[in-house]
């Protein structure tokens, strides 16, 4: 059942933020003869109460009063469906929905409600957060901003314990995430995993909602439990933010003299439109004759001080000594009068200030000192709790002093302008990643953890060195880190053509432009890494997290394996580790899922659907397939297992691959999906099967040339091998295709 609005049974606790609509001059908040409230809400133009009544600017701002019940509530439009509770110059606060699915013990569904809402005139404003609440839930929210969106959300835990109350919304039992600007609908669908069967008894139920970031606290198990009635706390306290703006066919723009009225300004909004607003010292409607009127600034000598002669001026005021004073009247007791027997007294006055500043300067000198020494003695503790003398003794006894470099935390901070919102290139669950330009030159990527356990030091350090010492032309090479912070920095090589993910899925001409056999060669590159990284290393080392996004392409469309954020080391002596299940939706082993038990046949799983991804050019999860095969995975063995593989796979490939090469790929990756690890391939059998489907595909005249020489040619006649076309600029320059991508 889709439940479009659901009527409020509480009154928000919302106050009005009008700015410069509202002044002292309340009549200027509407039109004449309009109503300016509805119970405690003000409506400023260019809303107006009520259907042709002239109050309003057009059909898309008028609202209804409605007093039916006996307490005036304010609604968009003439239905009841979408209540207000707040105006103000840029945005307004409406009613909340969610979508909800509850289920009984034995897992079938007990109450099913999605949720879906549209506006016309307006958009939902990115101060909103999707949110979803569950131990075995996943979401789905899907709108429109000129172009289709979708996005996902899951919770998971297996036991109580596992939630945190401390308010955030870790992923665990509650998860968040951001929308695009632009939005004018969204619809919100909720799913189970398992259908609650293994968290029943503390999690019946799942919700699912868009609302104002900030109002929602999640409080753990109370609200996994309905115990702390979530379901009226979301209904009663979490609004939706909307943004208005008035539409560009009431004024072409804001150059126009008609757009706003006197002593105001137009701007113009980044979604379209405009809106208008009164200028500095002025205030009332500025959509209204007569404008905005001045403020008399010397009626408010809380707001603006004047303790002389205050003399208002248009948008400003004078305020002076009187006569035969001196000094500043904004001031208490600023203005003085000369007099000649007090000269002496003011000059042992001035010298006392000038001694007092003078003691003040030497003060706050010793201040900075201590204060410099303590952020030195705090740099040095944080070196030693994150291991980084365990760390030198081990480069000095290895004598890896080259691969690994110690990085100070003044050099990245310099390297990244302080960490600055301008150098972000990725953010993700487990950090954020920052461009960042050495001294020497280099350009590296930043990559600042949010988690750590300090407990695990040495751990941690020990997995620095092995990862330093992987050399391997398609990983990203770690360069070093930093640990004079709280939580230790690493520091990779920049890698600067976007992903692999991006060149699948951005389509020229309605169609990918890498060739058969540019695929054939990123596959087999990621799998020779990944079989590098299972048993080539001095400690085998599980990825954990493959997927397009995390394999980049470098100039030269060489493949680079990134983000090992969630990557863990294997000891020899073992063949499988217990850990907390992470991942990424659509690529995540079932059976690691399942059992927490971690192998490398995981890396396998998710390189089987990078694969399937690779040669079909769809998405790994997708809402315009059935329920059943959402999951690319599932989609892909089924319409292999049912012979209609040629529907999905890209036509492009159809035309350039033989149907014994694309069988053998498929065949392949059905192997790879294997939902039971120790039937899949190792990564090792996987490069030489597509190895082998390789040389099938080049012509008799490539095979002749050397490798290095095909790639010379490329490079030359300015073409990769991804087709006989140009190469596509993403930006116009190499410079703004910088992407670095951070789970």
Same mark, same amino acid.
């Given at each position: 059942?889709?439940?479009?609005?659901?009527?409020?049974?509480?009154?928000?606790?919302f106050?009005?933020?009008?700015?410069t609509?509202?002044g002292?001059?309340?009549?200027?908040i509407?039109?004449?003869?309009?109503?300016?409230?509805?119970?405690?809400?003000?409506?400023?133009?260019?809303f107006?109460?009520?259907?042709?009544?002239?109050?309003?600017?057009?059909?898309?701002?008028?609202?209804?009063?409605n007093?039916?019940?006996?307490?005036?509530k304010l609604?968009?439009?003439?239905?009841?469906?979408?209540?207000?509770?707040? /105006?103000?110059?840029?945005?307004?606060?409406?009613?909340?929905?969610?979508?909800n699915?509850c289920? &009984?013990?034995?897992?079938?569904?007990?109450?099913?409600?999605?949720?879906?809402?549209?506006?016309?005139?307006?958009?939902?404003?990115v101060?909103?957060?999707?949110?979803v609440?569950?131990c075995?839930?996943?979401?789905? @929210?899907r709108?429109?901003?000129?172009?289709?969106?979708?996005?996902?959300?899951m919770?998971?835990?297996?036991?109580?314990?596992?939630v945190?109350?401390?308010?955030?919304?870790p992923g665990?039992?509650?998860?968040?995430?951001?929308?695009?600007?632009?939005?004018?609908?969204?619809n919100i669908t909720?799913?189970?995993?398992?259908?609650?069967?293994?968290?029943?008894?503390?999690?019946?139920?799942?919700?699912a909602?868009?609302?104002?970031?900030g $109002?929602?606290?999640?409080?753990?198990?109370?609200?996994?439990?309905?115990?702390?009635?979530v379901?009226?706390?979301?209904?009663?306290?979490?609004?939706?933010?909307?943004?208005w703006?008035?539409?560009?066919?009431?004024?072409?723009?804001?150059?126009?003299?008609s757009?706003c009225k006197?002593?105001?300004?137009?701007?113009?909004?980044?979604?379209?439109?405009?809106r208008?607003?009164c200028?500095?010292?002025?205030?009332?409607?500025p959509?209204?004759?007569?404008?905005?009127?001045?403020?008399?600034?010397c009626?408010d000598p809380?707001?603006?001080?004047c303790?002389?002669?205050?003399?208002?001026?248009?948008?400003?005021?004078?305020?002076t000594?009187?006569?035969g004073?001196f000094?500043?009247?904004?001031?208490?007791?600023?203005?003085?009068?000369?007099?000649?027997?007090?000269?002496?007294?003011? @000059?042992?006055?001035?010298?006392?200030v000038?001694?007092?500043l003078?003691?003040?300067?030497?003060?706050?000198?010793?201040?900075?000192?201590?204060?410099r020494?303590?952020l030195?003695?705090?740099?040095?503790k944080?070196?030693?709790?994150?291991?980084?003398?365990?760390?030198?003794e081990?480069?000095?006894?290895?004598?890896?002093?080259?691969?690994?470099?110690?990085?100070?935390?003044a050099q990245?901070?310099?390297?990244?302008?302080?960490?600055?919102?301008?150098?972000?290139?990725?953010?993700?669950?487990?950090?954020?990643?920052?461009?960042g330009?050495?001294?020497?030159?280099?350009?590296?990527?930043?990559?600042?953890?949010?988690?750590?356990?300090?407990?695990?030091?040495?751990?941690?350090?020990?997995? +620095?060195?092995?990862?330093?010492?992987v050399?391997?032309?398609? +990983?990203v090479?770690?360069?070093?880190?930093?640990?004079?912070?709280e939580?230790?920095?690493?520091?990779?090589?920049?890698?600067?053509?976007n992903?692999l993910?991006?060149? /699948?899925?951005?389509k020229?001409?309605g169609?990918?432009?890498?060739?058969w056999?540019?695929?054939?060669?990123?596959?087999i590159?990621?799998?020779?890494?990944?079989? !590098? #990284?299972?048993?080539?290393?001095?400690?085998? *080392?599980?990825?954990?997290?493959?997927?397009?996004? &995390?394999i980049?392409l470098?100039d030269n !469309?060489?493949?680079?394996?990134?983000?090992?954020?969630?990557?863990?080391? *294997?000891?020899?002596?073992?063949?499988?580790?217990?850990?907390?299940?992470q991942?990424?939706?659509?690529?995540?082993?079932?059976?690691?899922?399942?059992t927490?038990?971690?192998?490398?046949?995981?890396?396998?799983?998710?390189?089987?659907?990078?694969?399937?991804?690779?040669?079909?050019g769809?998405?790994?999860?997708?809402?315009?397939?059935?329920?059943?095969?959402?999951?690319?995975?599932t989609?892909?063995?089924?319409?292999?297992?049912?012979?209609?593989?040629?529907?999905? /796979?890209?036509?492009r490939?159809?035309?350039?691959?033989?149907?014994?090469?694309?069988?053998g790929v498929?065949d392949?990756?059905?192997?790879?999906?294997?939902l039971?690890?120790?039937?899949?391939?190792?990564?090792?059998?996987?490069?030489?099967?597509?190895?082998? #489907?390789?040389?099938?595909?080049?012509?008799?005249?490539?095979?002749?040339? $050397?490798c290095?020489?095909?790639?010379?040619?490329?490079?030359?006649?300015?073409?990769?091998? #991804?087709?006989? +076309?140009?190469?596509?600029?993403?930006?116009?320059?190499?410079?703004?295709?910088?992407?670095?991508?951070?789970v």
């Amino acid at each position: 059942m889709l439940l479009h609005f659901i009527l409020s049974l509480y009154t928000f606790p919302f106050t009005m933020a009008l700015g410069t609509l509202q002044g002292s001059n309340t009549s200027a908040i509407a039109k004449p003869n309009c109503p300016t409230h509805c119970g405690n809400v003000t409506v400023p133009y260019p809303f107006g109460i009520g259907k042709d009544t002239g109050c309003s600017l057009d059909d898309s701002f008028y609202v209804t009063c409605n007093t039916s019940d006996g307490t005036p509530k304010l609604f968009l439009g003439s239905t009841d469906e979408i209540q207000i509770y707040s /105006i103000s110059d840029t945005e307004f606060r409406m009613h909340n929905g969610f979508a909800n699915r509850c289920y &009984n013990r034995n897992g079938t569904i007990s109450e099913d409600y999605d949720w879906s809402i549209e506006l016309s005139a307006f958009t939902f404003s990115v101060k909103n957060k999707f949110t979803v609440l569950g131990c075995d839930d996943y979401s789905f @929210i899907r709108g429109r901003n000129g172009e289709e969106f979708s996005s996902a959300c899951m919770g998971v835990c297996s036991k109580a314990q596992d939630v945190s109350d401390n308010g955030q919304c870790p992923g665990v039992g509650c998860c968040q995430t951001s929308i695009p600007k632009g939005l004018n609908y969204y619809n919100i669908t909720l799913n189970s995993f398992q259908n609650h069967t293994d968290v029943w008894s503390f999690n019946r139920c799942g919700f699912a909602f868009l609302g104002e970031e900030g $109002t929602f606290v999640f409080q753990g198990t109370n609200d996994l439990s309905l115990e702390g009635g979530v379901w009226e706390r979301i209904d009663a306290t979490v609004p939706i933010v909307v943004d208005w703006v008035i539409a560009r066919e009431h004024t072409r723009n804001c150059s126009e003299s008609s757009a706003c009225k006197e002593n105001s300004s137009c701007y113009e909004v980044e979604s379209g439109g405009y809106r208008c607003r009164c200028n500095n010292g002025f205030e009332g409607n500025p959509y209204l004759d007569p404008g905005c009127q001045d403020i008399n600034e010397c009626d408010d000598p809380g707001t603006h001080p004047c303790y002389g002669d205050c003399k208002n001026t248009p948008g400003s005021y004078n305020c002076t000594c009187p006569s035969g004073s001196f000094g500043d009247a904004k001031i208490e007791n600023g203005c003085q009068h000369p007099n000649n027997s007090k000269f002496s007294s003011t @000059i042992l006055i001035i010298a006392l200030v000038f001694g007092l500043l003078a003691i003040l300067s030497s003060i706050l000198g010793i201040f900075y000192g201590i204060r410099r020494r303590k952020l030195m003695k705090l740099r040095e503790k944080f070196f030693e709790q994150n291991g980084g003398l365990l760390l030198k003794e081990k480069i000095k006894s290895q004598g890896s002093q080259e691969a690994m470099t110690l990085f100070s935390l003044a050099q990245l901070r310099k390297a990244s302008n302080n960490y600055s919102q301008q150098n972000i290139i990725g953010r993700g669950a487990f950090g954020v990643v920052y461009k960042g330009v050495l001294s020497d030159k280099r350009v590296v990527a930043i990559k600042k953890s949010i988690i750590m356990d300090g407990s695990q030091a040495e751990q941690f350090i020990n997995e +620095v060195l092995i990862l330093t010492q992987v050399i391997h032309r398609n +990983v990203v090479k770690l360069l070093g880190c930093c640990l004079e912070e709280e939580i230790p920095v690493l520091v990779y090589e920049f890698i600067s053509n976007n992903t692999l993910g991006h060149h /699948i899925h951005s389509k020229v001409g309605g169609m990918s432009w890498l060739s058969w056999e540019s695929r054939l060669r990123v596959a087999i590159e990621t799998a020779g890494a990944l079989a !590098y #990284l299972h048993s080539e290393t001095l400690m085998p *080392i599980i990825h954990r997290d493959v997927k397009s996004t &995390n394999i980049l392409l470098d100039d030269n !469309y060489t493949v680079k394996i990134s983000d090992f954020g969630a990557s863990r080391l *294997i000891p020899l002596d073992r063949e499988q580790v217990t850990t907390l299940v992470q991942g990424t939706l659509g690529y995540l082993d079932p059976e690691y899922f399942n059992t927490n038990k971690l192998t490398e046949k995981s890396d396998v799983y998710s390189f089987g659907v990078v694969l399937a991804e690779l040669i079909t050019g769809k998405k790994v999860i997708s809402a315009d397939r059935s329920n059943d095969e959402k999951s690319l995975a599932t989609y892909f063995v089924n319409s292999v297992t049912e012979n209609r593989l040629h529907g999905i /796979i890209e036509p492009r490939i159809l035309d350039e691959a033989t149907p014994e090469q694309i069988q053998g790929v498929a065949d392949l990756v059905k192997r790879c999906l294997n939902l039971q690890g120790c039937d899949r391939p190792t990564m090792k059998e996987v490069v030489l099967e597509l190895g082998n #489907l390789r040389k099938s595909t080049t012509h008799p005249w490539i095979q002749q040339q $050397t490798c290095e020489e095909t790639r010379s040619l490329d490079l030359e006649v300015g073409q990769s091998d #991804l087709y006989d +076309v140009s190469l596509v600029s993403y930006g116009g320059s190499k410079s703004s295709n910088t992407f670095i991508h951070v789970v």
